[in-house]
């Protein structure tokens, strides 16, 4: 158990690209009960269709979406930022 602590410790967390920390996004994915792995494509998302990924993972978790249906966050995406600009277009 020691070596693999040792090993995320030393190795593996210097190689990572973004820092390990609690934020909005990491207190985001726990009160909308999604997995972890949705937020990068939540933040892709984000970036492609001006959806906050803050909304996109509460609508998510409101739906259920379950591990392996990262494929239904850019569609859902797409569908809020449609519903957005209907609304501001009203």
Do not use: N, W
Not at 56 to 80: H, K, N, P, S, Y
């Amino acid at each position: 158990l020691f070596k693999v602590q040792d090993i995320a410790e030393d190795i593996i967390i210097p190689m990572m690209t973004h820092p390990i920390r609690a934020d909005r996004d990491a207190a985001t994915l726990g009160y909308a009960g999604v997995y972890s792995s949705f937020l990068l494509f939540a933040k892709r998302a984000e970036a492609k269709y001006g959806v906050s990924a803050r909304e996109i993972l509460l609508e998510l978790g409101r739906r259920g979406t379950v591990g392996g249906q990262e494929d239904m966050i850019e569609d859902l995406a797409l569908t809020m930022s449609k519903a957005k600009a209907f609304a501001t277009s009203v």
